[in-house]
């Protein structure tokens, strides 16, 4: 019942999020306004506005915190941590190698930078899974794995940026994180990607959480724990790596939000990923509507104020727990 009556929350908020998107703005624009240019029957600016301006960015917002959160909460789960994000899995690394690596070789391949991001961060994923297969996939193994090839990655794109600075300013616009810019067109196949894992982990949803019980106790049940463990960080990676390529390197969703709704609904991912899939479009929509009117004509990225949100949050979340890992 506390699950279904946070859910018929959620989604009402979502919806009017969503519409204060649409509305607000740099030209505001007003319900009928609105019901005009999706009707086709309002100015033509309307109509331009709508569709190929605000309704691409709200999406992307929408699918940015479902991809980030549903990411988190896999990767709190098969870590047992609390504190794991797709930051700790070398995600956003990868990607940002691959960006700093096209922009280096090609400079002009501004077009080709989604595709680099997602192929690059999918590579770092890869890498994780091979080397946590090798060592039979547990807990502590992955996080250790994810550290390191962070570590390797973050080396290495340092150096790249320090030997062109106009290739670094580029990089750092790509690091912020933003939906400024997005078309229709570059959420398609991200679109696809993430419903696909987000079903997958909702299917796996009531083995991850058998794994709270400890991977002895649930092999005795007879869950395969590598294989899921595995999976789950698959799925994760698929997420983060989606969003990744049409937004950047949104930081702080995949923690904060997991974290929100385990205080909710408990630590069970099954209550757990409906509930941080809404709280987290509903974050983003509105930490980008925030971003882009507060501070009009000019704006702040929604990057930028996401990590205003997640720090502090971060720093109180250290302080108050003395022991990191999730316990039953």
Known sequence: MKLRRIISICIPLLALTMTAGLCFGSAPLSLSQLWEAATGAGEESVGLILWQIRLPRVAAGVLAGIGMSTAGVLLQSVTANALASPNIIGINSGAGLAVILTLTAFPMAGGALPFAAFAGAFAAALVILLAADRIGGSRSGILLIGIAVTTLLNAVISF???????????????????????????????????????????AMSGRLGVLSVGDAAAAALGIRVKRLRIGALACAAACAAAVVSFAGLLGFVGLVVPHIARRLVGQQPGKMLPVSALMGAILVVLADLLGRTLFAPSELPVGIFMSLIGAPYFLILLCRRRQYAIVS
């Open 160 to 202: 790249l940026s320090l030997l062109d600075e106009g290739v670094l300013a580029q990089y750092n616009h790509f690091t912020v994180g933003s939906l400024k810019g997005i078309r229709m067109d570059d959420l398609m196949i991200p679109a696809v990607i993430i419903v696909g894992a987000f079903g997958g982990s909702l």
